[in-house]
């Protein structure tokens, strides 16, 4: 092993270990997060989340699984029926076809998603995203959560990604998949996106209560640029 790929090592166990003690005090609660619900709800929930805040879906989610309580019973629904009830999430037009469609397919699948990767994406409404969550969730596989919220802390923390789709950049792939622990990998992604949630925002990241900032490449760079902004303290 080189003193490069040691460094390396070092610094993604003590980035793991930093964000799982931030995460016992500080996690986010929310229904779909319970062991009890089933693959369907954790789905859906999943699907719900995509470009929408958190605390926006947790106000919706128990409702919607309530009055579609399995893919069968979301499968009869009537698309107008669904982008009605879909307009406190937003997207309610464009989650309402995909929901739909996704919902017919697998009422015919009688609820089972396929194990292998290149199957779940060919169901309507699947992409990259969606089919990690079923591999994780749906089949226990050891996968990243990676969205542009996961990407951010990462990016700024491990450096920046070489391409501007997150989908197609390897830097970004084996790193978001190499960060994840063995067990508890479900946790460490929930960690990762309450993390980029409550500290490292898009804007205004809170830098200054951070754990992380001792070693992110992001919060050195501030500091320097901020202690450059300061007055010198002469005066004319």
Not at 112 to 131: H, T
Not at 160 to 170: C, E, F, G, H
Not at 176 to 184: E, F, I, Q, S, T
């Amino acid at each position: 092993m080189s003193i490069r790929e040691k460094s390396n090592r070092l610094k993604i166990k003590w980035f793991k270990n930093q964000l799982s003690s931030w995460f016992a005090l500080y996690r986010r609660k929310f229904p779909w997060r319970n062991r009890s619900n089933s693959k369907y709800q954790i789905i859906i929930s999943e699907i719900l989340l995509q470009r929408t805040k958190a605390e926006t879906v947790a106000k919706f989610y128990s409702h919607f699984v309530k009055k579609y309580p399995s893919w069968k019973v979301l499968a009869k629904a009537k698309r107008r029926e669904l982008e009605t009830f879909l307009k406190p999430v937003g997207l309610w037009r464009q989650r309402a076809t995909a929901i739909k469609n996704l919902s017919v397919e697998m009422a015919k699948r009688n609820g089972r998603f396929p194990k292998i990767r290149e199957e779940i994406e060919k169901i309507p409404a699947i992409g990259q995203y969606i089919a990690n969550a079923v591999l994780m969730f749906c089949h226990g596989q050891r996968q990243p959560l990676l969205d542009v919220n996961m990407a951010r802390v990462l990016e700024r923390f491990f450096g920046p990604r070489k391409l501007a789709d997150i989908r197609y950049d390897p830097y970004l792939q084996q790193l978001a998949r190499g960060v994840l622990p063995k067990k508890k990998f479900r946790e460490f992604n929930w960690a990762i996106l309450d993390f980029a949630a409550l500290i490292c925002r898009s804007r205004n990241p809170l830098c200054p209560e951070c754990p992380l900032r001792n070693r992110c490449k992001y919060a050195k760079k501030n500091k320097t640029t901020l202690e450059k902004m300061k007055p010198s303290g002469h005066q004319c």
